[in-house]
């Protein structure tokens, strides 16, 4: 499954590819982007995953960049 999500608190390119780094190295990601420009997420994991992997990315975002958040 591959979803969307609009993110607050981005505030460089240098963030944005800090998180991606650091949502790619979690167990079930196949494929994830952080696109500073446009303030979105685009995360791909299994179907019977996704939510697992989300929830652990929102986790993992927190503790890398404190102000960020996903839109959910």
Known sequence: M????KVNGIDCANCAAKLERGIAKIK?????????????L???APDDK????????VAVA????????IVL
């Open 50 to 57: 996704f939510d697992d992997v989300l929830k652990e990315a």
């Open 2 to 5: 591959r979803k969307s999500f």
């Open 28 to 40: 079930g990601v196949e494929s994830c982007a952080v696109v500073f420009a446009t303030q979105k």
């Open 42 to 44: 685009v995360l791909e």
């Open 62 to 69: 927190k503790k890398l960049e404190p102000d960020w958040e």
